[in-house]
């Protein structure tokens, strides 16, 4: 308030006591971040990462789903057409 004031915005007669605002205390409130992971990983393929990313233009697919095994960081690629081949991929890449 008091740079508006001094840009010439608002005049100083203008300005009272504000009020206490319990949204503005809120909305100022920094989340708590994710804990560190509590998982060890000791062996191949015993924990896994997947994501799923859409809109890609990649040729005539749209979407493609990402594998990353966590102990050995080997990385799995599936380029999918439509949003529904999704779970079909997961139980192929499961079953190899």
Same mark, same amino acid.
């Not at 740079?3 to 708590?32: P, S, T, W």
């Not at 997947?50 to 690629?77: E, H, M, P, T």
């Given at each position: ?27 100022? /409130? ?29 040729? /005539? ?36």
């Amino acid at each position: 308030m008091e740079i508006l004031v001094k840009k010439g915005c608002l005049q100083r007669e203008a300005i009272r006591e504000l009020m206490f605002c319990e949204d503005c205390v809120y909305g100022k /409130n920094h989340r708590v971040s994710f804990a560190p992971a509590q998982h060890v990983t000791k062996e191949k393929l015993t924990y896994v990462h997947l994501d799923w990313w859409g809109s890609a233009s990649l040729g /005539n697919c749209q979407y493609f789903i990402s594998v990353v095994d966590d102990y050995s960081r080997k990385v799995w690629i599936y380029f999918l057409k439509k949003k529904d081949e999704a779970f079909e991929t997961f139980v192929e890449w499961k079953r190899w």
